[in-house]
Antibody, heavy 122, light 107 residues
């Protein structure tokens, strides 16, 4: 079955960087986009960006432009999200989610990874 | 950015009730609207895509409707496992924004 498995929780100091992985299985990795979404404690969902594993092209939320980087390793079917210059407001659960394209249009997100808690604290 | 506004933000209901959640977009998004269910400590789960299509494996008591700027998610007869938070999301244009969520609680 289609599955996304993310790396474990991280604790970082302000100003540091964090890199979270998302390993895909059960489907052709390069045939689907991958999104990243985060959720601060007790808050809603915020879309961060998207990567096309077939070629590596990316698009990021303007709010995070310059601090977020999405990369992929096709040999291991893994996507990475790196966030730099961390601040306390970046404390959140970070999710990867497979993006389904229908007739060339980005559609729904399914499935989602289990989430990775990143805590930024001095 | 397209703003997605859900109402109500929270809702108390009983098992067996019919419940409707509304989502409004700040501009027309055609039918590019999805609904997700999230339970505490878990990842969101897709329920409805393209405004009204039921995701495989999702019970038929869930339904979605609407187009343009106004959308609804209806649960025809609430079951104990339906108490969760529900989010709408537009996939019309990036950034793919979500509503603020509707928390459905047991009365």
């Amino acid at each position: 079955q289609v599955q996304l498995v993310q790396s474990g929780a991280e604790v970082k100091k302000p100003g540091a960087s964090v890199k979270v992985s998302c390993k895909a299985s059960g489907y052709t990795f390069t045939s689907y986009y991958m999104h990243w979404v985060r959720q601060a404690p007790g808050q809603g969902l915020e879309w961060m960006g998207i990567i096309n594993p077939n070629g590596g092209s990316t698009s990021y939320a303007q709010k995070l432009q310059g601090r977020v980087s999405l990369t992929r390793d096709t040999s291991t079917s893994t996507v990475y999200m790196e966030l730099s210059s961390l601040r306390s407001e970046d404390t959140a659960v970070y999710y990867c989610a497979r993006g389904v394209m229908v007739r060339g249009v980005m559609s729904w997100f399914d499935p989602w990874g289990q989430g990775t808690l990143v805590t930024v604290s001095s | 950015d397209i703003q997605m506004t859900q109402s109500p933000s929270s809702l108390s209901a009983s098992v067996g009730d019919r419940v409707t959640i509304t989502c409004r977009a700040s501009q027309s998004i055609s039918s590019y609207l999805n609904w997700y269910q999230q339970k505490p400590g878990k990842a969101p789960k897709l329920l409805i895509y393209a405004a009204s299509s039921l995701q495989s494996g999702v019970p038929s008591r869930f339904s979605g409707s609407g187009s343009g700027t106004d959308f609804t998610l209806t649960i025809s007869s609430l079951q104990p496992e339906d108490f969760a938070t529900y989010y709408c999301q537009q996939n019309y244009i990036t950034p793919y924004t979500f509503g603020q969520g509707t928390k459905l609680e047991i009365k």
